[in-house]
């Protein structure tokens, strides 16, 4: 049995509280940004090393825009579970009043301590380059853009109202990237999860794509609010974003989940969310984030081969579903 990551796209956030910055209201930071900072893609997922200022310092993180909360893990710092507002360094700047969730989230062996979510990066234009290991963030947006690089639309949406562990309530925004993709030819709604190693994707979907013929890797482990399951990994022959053909990736290592494992995303959106979208196809891929303008600029880099089973660092997890307020 293989433990796979999958990513954080059922949690919820904090909102930010708005500030004087006429380029990024809603967050606070010092610095001026635009500066690349090295991620590691262990399990095709990016991991940034964040300093918060509580014991032990600083320690990586995952980059996860499935997650729509930061996200620290109680095992690695010594705070128990419950919201605490924190000044964090990282990405090139300073942030002075961070809201993180601490949760008994991740086992004690696993090397990550948390998860940094879009609940951030929606503030900002931003890079995540897979092929080149950097990632920056840009507050007064992109100095120039590539009219090379292929245009790729997504709206931000989703929120509600999460409930941590300790009975807390939190208020959730709009974080959740939605895109168009085309898998073997069909065209889906999909998450942008940087949190997943692999794509996701429903069973109905998969099955009507026809499994005749379709590699068979085995199973890998599943943590959902259903309990923990075991669930099919395979291959998509193609898959690309539905607006950019020449994107198309084949070959893309897959997790066919039930249906319902995404239905918390189709309450909280609106929207009938089939798929999850993760670094087995976007590690092909520099992607910049016009946050603003809701385009992603896609340019195709050099990549390695990816080994048959990248080494796992996050053990499977889908939260619990946000609660769609009236």
């Given at each position: 049995m293989r433990t796979r990551v999958l990513g954080a796209a059922f949690l919820c956030i904090l909102v930010f509280g708005a500030c004087d910055d006429s380029s990024n209201a809603g967050i606070k930071y010092i610095g001026e940004g635009g500066v690349p900072v090295s991620i590691r893609l262990s399990s095709l997922t990016p991991e940034v090393?964040?300093?918060?200022?509580?014991?032990?310092?600083?320690?990586?993180?995952?980059?996860?825009?499935?997650?729509?909360?930061h996200l620290a893990d109680v095992g690695h710092y010594d705070a128990g579970a419950?919201?605490?507002?924190?000044?964090?360094?990282?990405?090139?700047?300073?942030?002075?009043?961070?809201?993180?969730?601490?949760?008994?989230?991740?086992?004690?062996?696993?090397?990550?301590?948390?998860?940094?979510?879009?609940?951030?990066?929606?503030?900002?234009d931003w890079e995540l380059d897979y092929p080149g290991r950097t990632v920056t963030l840009y507050p007064r947006g992109f100095p120039e853009r590539d009219p090379a690089d292929a245009r790729v639309s997504f709206v931000l949406t989703g929120g509600g109202r999460y409930r941590l562990s300790t009975g807390e309530s939190l208020s959730v925004g709009a974080t959740r990237h939605l895109v168009y993709v085309n898998l073997e030819g069909r065209r889906v709604l999909a998450l942008l999860d940087t949190g997943a190693s692999y794509m996701v994707l429903k069973r109905t979907v998969l099955e009507s794509l026809g499994m005749a013929g379709r590699p068979d890797h085995g199973s890998t482990q599943v943590v959902t609010a259903y309990g923990v399951v075991s669930a099919p990994l395979t291959e998509l022959r193609q898959v690309s974003f539905a607006d950019a053909p020449a994107t198309l990736v084949e070959n893309v290592y897959t997790v066919m989940v039930e249906d319902e494992f995404l239905s918390s995303l189709r309450v909280e959106t609106g929207r009938e969310v089939d798929a999850l979208v993760g670094g087995a196809f976007l590690s092909s891929f520099r992607l910049r984030f016009a946050t603003k303008e809701r385009i992603i600029d896609v340019h195709?880099?050099?990549?390695?081969?990816?080994?048959?089973?990248?080494?796992v660092r996050l053990p499977v997890r889908l939260p619990p579903p946000v609660e769609r307020v009236p």
């Open positions: 090393d964040l300093e918060l200022d509580l014991q032990p310092g600083t320690r990586p993180f995952v980059l996860d825009t499935g997650s729509p909360v419950g919201v605490y507002r924190l000044q964090m360094n990282g990405l090139g700047l300073l942030f002075p009043d961070l809201p993180f969730v601490f949760e008994d989230f991740f086992d004690d062996w696993v090397p990550v301590a948390g998860l940094l979510g879009a609940n951030l990066l929606v503030y900002f195709r880099g050099t990549v390695k081969k990816m080994r048959d089973f990248p080494q």
